[in-house]
């Protein structure tokens, strides 16, 4: 039995079907990529799992529970954590503070939040600005602070919403080593990545959407070389050479 | 031994600034404006004088069960309030809207029965009856109760329940994720902000021995209530003292030089609420530590 | 027969209430702003037509001009000095600069004129025809016809007019609207100015009928509140519609129910509204 697993699981807005009978699975340990081209309804897939939507049909399921009908914090206390496209900070708490906030979920003590907090940062390298405020931070800072929050929740499964986007290279490659640092610490992750290079050394497997719908799955070499995949970013005017 | 006036002046303060923390665990903390605290106040001091008069009630346990009054009406009006997702503005309010209400009931209520006013019997003085001839040890009392909410303030601010307050103040849906129930803990601050003002009712109630209808559940207290957070800096511990006493000095000041009128003060308030949300919305507080803050700069700089 | 009595002045009132409540949401749909000076401004529309009819003899109606425009100018120089600093600020905030500026203006009324009702008496309207049994007042009707008038002008002028569609734009889409080079700036005055002076207009139509003194602001603005919600904040057409709703709803029920609580079932219709429907009747700015 995989950690999270959906099923057929379908949701429109208004008329339109943003996700489609959607099955897929992420296995314990593994780091599995969502892409697929803008629209895709990736982050609604995020938003499904965490419960900041209900699904029309179909079933989530994490470490055998099911998830619909929970609410967000039901869902984070569960053992998921997400960080979201558009950074969230706290912005009137320091850096520290902010992931504090997350220390909380599982330590009632606020010396050892706040110590717990210190590691955290630590670990994904923004000790040195702890007392600074969330707008005084770089991109890939902010990017790291929404990181190191929802890391200190102590989740089994972390959902990462385009942690990339926006960075520089030299910054990119930073976040993957910190990414497969955290894996390394036992977290499973779900990623959702536009930055193709990112993604595909990341994962151990990739799944693809294309409006709503999977239309591929499997290795990153696998899912390069999918016709479809190929013809759902491109258009159907090109045809792999 | 300072006069009687001096001893009033301080009791107001320290008052206004009690009713200031109370208002501002909901308000600056947890970030729930209500401009309907009137509501708590109102039902506080007529609970513990109706329970004194007609059953002979000590009004120290008629505080108690006004605070138990409040609470109920804090979780009443709240859980409608969040279940339904009022925020901001709306929630400001629908808090409003319940305040009237209150006092309206109220009003209708007590007009029939005590047109003039509900007048509290004299004792003299009579620590049962929670009646003093000297104002002093009114001052006391006020003294312990800002102590304790301003300590109680403080324990939560660094404890896990602030730290969970100030994050749905800030980004109430970043919050639900990182596993916080934002709705259970933004009722806890209603109710412990409630149970606080509605004490303060009572003991405005034994102060001035004489309830009105709409002195006590008017907007204008649900005002004078909020101002002193907001002035002094809500979110933070001192900030309701801060805002006390600047707002209090400013109305003696204005009324002992400056012709008053009824209503003089409550102009002066709108105009220093007016200047501090355009230049210093962080509060008084904030606007004395940044040039105190770049004072110790300079001096470690030389 | 008590009842066409109450549907006729519930009409009516309807009308005022429209005006004022157009104001309301004309600056709520362009700066998302809850103006809770509203009442206040009306207050003093009202005392410029007092002031001007009891100096210098002008008919109240004449002096709409007059008090539409005052409250047009206070309008645009409250926005220019108080409100357009805190436009980005949190909109708790904005709520509470609205509040001081109308402690600022009710308890300057105050001081200026004292809490003594005034009331002004205009002679050709002393006479209330009855026709069928019903009691028609005449400065009532008038003060629907003008406010249905000066509501369908602004209609037109949001609607036909340069200026009016980018007043619209500004409210549907600010984005768009900078993105296209409206004067953000100009819009923002000119709709607080022009909701000034809807409702200091409102304020000189009510004049004949109703006594001025510095509290008068707050029973109209309740109302205005409740409509604004009903009809959907930022919904112009709803206001109008909600407007006689309630109007004809305020009337009804005081056949029936003691005054006091007329107050009550407005406000519980406004919490209602704000927690079951809170994009109102017709539809508008989710609250």
């Known amino acids: 039995m995989a950690l999270l697993e959906l099923s057929q699981v379908s949701r429109s807005f208004g008329g339109i079907r943003a996700v489609n009978a959607l099955s897929f699975a992420v296995p314990e340990a593994a780091i599995v990529g969502l892409i697929g081209p803008n629209g895709s309804g990736k982050t609604t897939v995020f938003n499904l799992i965490s419960g900041v939507f209900l699904p029309d049909r179909g079933a989530l399921s994490f470490a055998g529970?099911?998830?619909v009908g929970r609410k967000p914090h039901e869902v984070c206390r569960l053992g998921i954590g997400r960080t979201f496209q558009i950074v969230q900070p706290f912005n009137s708490l320091t850096v520290l503070e902010n992931v504090r906030v997350g220390a909380f979920r599982t330590i009632g003590d606020p010396d050892r939040a706040t110590r717990e907090a210190d590691a955290v940062l630590a670990l994904v390298g923004l000790g040195h600005k702890r007392e600074a405020l969330p707008t005084s931070l770089t991109i890939a800072d902010r990017k790291r602070l929404e990181l190191a929050r929802a890391l200190a929740t102590r989740p089994r499964l972390l959902l990462l919403d385009e942690v990339m986007a926006g960075l520089r290279p030299a910054e990119t490659l930073e976040m993957i080593e910190l990414a497969r640092r955290i894996h390394a610490?036992?977290?499973t992750l779900l990623v959702i990545e536009h930055v193709m290079r990112a993604v595909m050394s990341l994962s151990h497997r990739i799944v693809v959407l294309h409006h709503g719908e999977k239309i591929a799955e499997g290795t990153p070499q696998e899912v390069a070389r999918d016709p479809e995949v190929i013809r759902a970013y491109l258009g159907e005017e090109y045809r792999p050479a | 031994m300072p006069s009687q006036y001096v001893i009033h002046l301080a009791v107001m303060?320290?008052?206004?600034?009690y009713l200031g923390v109370a208002w501002n665990i909901l308000g600056g903390y947890a970030g729930q404006f209500s401009f309907g605290h009137a509501a708590f106040f109102g039902l506080g001091a007529y609970t513990?004088?109706?329970l004194h008069i007609h059953y002979g009630?000590?009004?120290?346990?008629?505080?108690?069960?006004?605070?138990?009054?409040?609470?109920?009406l804090g979780l009443g009006s709240g859980f409608l309030s969040f279940r339904y997702g009022l925020r901001g503005p709306y929630f400001a309010l629908v808090m409003l809207a319940f305040a009237e209400m209150l006092r309206l009931l109220f009003e209708t209520w007590m007009s029939k029965t005590y047109p003039l006013g509900l007048p509290i019997p004299l004792k003299g003085t009579s620590l049962l009856d929670f009646q003093f001839k000297d104002k002093g040890h009114y001052f006391y009392i006020v003294l312990v109760m800002l102590i304790a909410a301003t300590w109680l303030c403080h324990r939560l601010a660094r404890s896990r329940i602030g730290a969970y307050w100030m994050a749905i103040r800030d980004n109430e849906d970043a919050a639900e994720a990182l596993g916080i129930n934002a709705f259970a803990y933004k009722l806890l601050a209603m109710a412990i902000s409630a149970v606080l003002t509605a004490m303060g009712g009572t003991f405005y109630a034994q102060y001035f021995l004489t309830l009105e209808v709409n002195e006590l559940f008017g907007v204008q207290i649900s005002v004078e209530i909020l101002l002193s957070a907001i002035i002094g800096g809500a979110g933070t511990v001192f900030g309701p003292l801060v805002g006390a006493v600047a707002l209090q000095l400013l109305s003696e000041v204005t009324r002992v030089y400056i012709r008053a009128f009824s209503g003089f003060d409550l102009m002066i308030y709108?105009?220093?609420?007016?200047?501090?949300?355009?230049?210093?919305?962080q509060g008084l507080l904030e606007g004395m530590r940044r040039p105190y803050r770049a004072l110790v700069r300079a001096v470690a700089r030389a | 027969m008590l009842i066409l009595q109450a549907l006729l002045s519930g009409l009516l009132n309807g009308g005022i209430y429209s005006l004022v409540a157009v104001g309301l949401t004309l600056i709520f749909g362009v700066m998302r702003i809850i103006n809770f000076a509203h009442g206040s401004l009306m207050m003093l529309g009202m005392y410029v037509s007092y002031w001007l009819f009891v100096l210098w003899g002008v008919d109240p109606y004449l002096s709409l001009i007059a008090s539409g425009?005052?409250?047009?100018?206070?309008?645009v120089l409250i926005e220019a000095v108080l409100v357009s600093p805190v436009l980005e600020a949190p909109e708790h905030d904005q709520l509470l600069l609205t509040l001081g500026i109308s402690l600022v203006i009710e308890n300057l009324a105050l001081f200026l004129w004292k809490a003594d009702p005034r009331t002004v008496t205009v002679p050709y309207l002393a006479v209330a025809p009855m026709v069928g049994g019903i009691m028609i007042s005449s400065p009532r009707v008038i003060a629907f016809a003008v406010s249905l008038a000066f509501t369908a002008a602004l209609y037109v002028f949001l609607r036909r007019t340069d200026l009016g569609r980018a007043i619209r734009a500004v409210s549907q889409d600010r984005e768009g609207a900078l993105t296209v080079g409206i004067?953000?700036?100009?819009?923002?005055a000119l709709a607080f100015g022009i909701g000034c002076a809807c409702v200091g207009a409102a304020g000189g139509l009510v004049v004949p009928f109703y006594a001025v003194d510095p509290y008068v602001g707050g029973v109209f603005v309740i109302t205005a509140f409740v409509v604004v919600v009903l009809g959907g904040m930022g919904n112009f057409g709803g206001a109008l519609l909600a407007a006689l709703i309630v109007g004809l709803a305020e009337s009804v029920a005081a056949v029936f129910i003691p005054a006091a609580m007329k107050q009550i079932v407005m406000y519980t219709i406004f919490v209602v509204v704000l927690l079951f429907r809170p994009q109102g009747l017709f539809g508008g700015r989710r609250a």
């Open chain 1, 65 to 67: 529970q099911s998830l």
């Open chain 1, 185 to 187: 610490s036992g977290v």
């Open chain 2, 13 to 17: 303060i320290l008052f206004f600034a």
């Open chain 2, 48 to 50: 513990s004088t109706l």
């Open chain 2, 57 to 72: 009630v000590s009004p120290w346990l008629g505080m108690v069960l006004g605070g138990l009054a409040g609470v109920l």
């Open chain 2, 270 to 281: 709108g105009c220093v609420l007016i200047l501090v949300i355009i230049f210093l919305p």
């Open chain 3, 69 to 75: 425009s005052v409250l047009f100018a206070v309008g």
């Open chain 3, 183 to 188: 004067n953000m700036r100009r819009i923002y």
